[in-house]
């Protein structure tokens, strides 16, 4: 357990909100993704300035920093006529709460995500966009988190937001001013898209997903990928074409599903978040340069169990190549808005890879990013997203670049017992429990009579 009691709960508005807001600030894509939380959790060590110059940082310059992110100083509601997720930009203020702990960092399991991260993250309302969350531990470091609602952004938004505020404080100003503005992702007319799309969404139905007590099974935990793996790996999974980092991490872990499937089933399949940013057309260029929005979408493959076995990872690599290369079209995320147009007002939808029926899935994302987050007090020695779980059944890895320039991976990941055991029987050892210790966090010292 890690106490933490809070010292502070406030909000905090934009000091100059814009007059005027965009028409739209809820777009299809935003709404196929739906309004759920999601934090990013940036742990740092102690540094040399008092833990009260930190919080009055904070204080004094998020209220112009929040001049850019006025809509996160809303408030989201269901609309009273369509009950759909819509966002009020009244200027109500976004949380910060500041709280503290005499646990120190070395007493946390980092490898365990249920006796660290989900420790560290504090609750807090469903109709925030943002909660900031300062805390500090007994040994001196701190933890940053900022809590939002995945309906307003994608994981690159939320890297976009952490960076520009680190840039802020030592600046004073954004080099690039994000863009609220939905209206770039209007349906057409009229609406047009792939019949197909019905099979890649499901309405999310308690009633139709896996009980509590069977998502409450899946273990997370905390690996660290180290480059000389990834160099391994990424040779091994290249032939003609060269493999991406993810292509071999993928290709790798496709392996070890297939062991621990093993017998139980022919068939296995991993999915893969893709952001759709690179992927769209001249006519989005301008508009999607800083868009905070979500522009994201699912590509996945099945494979039968022992050709994953038997074939080399270039042999993943290539799969996973193909299904990304098939969504990586600006046709791909305007279909994906007339498609949300025509079935928006039937409830709350999810991706059907992700549900945990039929063959066993691994849903991952990757972002290929280096976050700067040294806001005045250093940098955080882990950064990673964190998620409350839900009622999805499939795997899923949160793959992120780690700090420092060692060319190594940080993954959360929610799994089955038995794959968390094939990853820790693995001979290669790819997969490694992060650890305190790894992250330069030292059991306190005793003195001696």
Known sequence: MIPIKITERTLIKASNPPISTPKVLISNLDLIIGHFQGTIISIYPAPSSPFQTIVSTIQSKLPFFLNY???????????????LSSLICNNHGAEFVVGETETPL????????????????????????????????????????????????????????????????????????????????????????????????????PSELINVLGTASLLRKIYRVEAID?????????????????EAVSAYVWKLLATAVGALDTTCRLA?????????????????????????????????VDE????????????????????????????????????????????????????????????????????????PVLTLPWMRPGRLGSCSLNIIRSHGNDGSLLVTARLWPS???????????????????????????TSRL
């Open 69 to 83: 992110l006025y809509p996160y100083t809303g408030r989201i509601i269901a609309d009273p006529v369509s009950n």
């Open 272 to 304: 893969w978040i893709i952001d759709g940013r690179k992927r769209l057309g001249p006519k989005y260029k301008e508009a999607i340069k800083c868009y905070l929005g979500n522009v994201i979408t699912y590509t996945s493959r099945e494979a039968r």
């Open 419 to 445: 794959l968390a055991e094939v990853m820790r029987q693995d001979a290669e050892k790819v997969f490694k429990p992060v650890t305190a210790e790894s992250l330069g966090f030292l059991p306190a010292t």
């Open 106 to 205: 070395s007493s946390n399991d980092f490898g365990d995500m249920d006796q660290s991260l989900s420790l560290i993250h504090l609750p807090f309302a469903l109709d925030l966009p943002l909660s900031l969350q300062l805390v500090r531990f007994g040994c001196g470091g701190f933890s940053l988190s900022w809590g939002m609602s995945h309906l307003l952004q994608d994981g690159h938004g939320i890297a976009t937001i952490v960076t520009a505020w680190s840039n802020f404080v030592r600046t004073g100003t954004l080099s690039e001013i994000p863009n609220h503005d939905r209206s770039i992702f209007v349906p057409r007319l009229p609406l047009r898209y792939n019949p197909l799309l019905d099979q890649e969404f499901t309405l999310y139905k």
């Open 308 to 379: 994953i076995k038997k074939q080399s990872l270039m042999y993943g690599a290539a799969l996973m190549r193909e299904a990304i290369e098939e969504v990586s079209c600006e046709e791909r995320f305007e279909q994906l808005v007339d498609w949300m147009e025509e079935h928006k007002n039937a409830g709350k939808w999810t991706e059907t890879v992700g549900v945990g029926l039929g063959s066993p899935t691994i849903v991952i994302s990757f972002m290929p990013f280096r976050l700067k987050q040294d806001f005045g007090f250093g940098d």
């Open 230 to 246: 990834i160099d391994r790996i990424r040779a091994e999974a290249s032939g003609p074409i060269r493999a991406t980092r993810l």
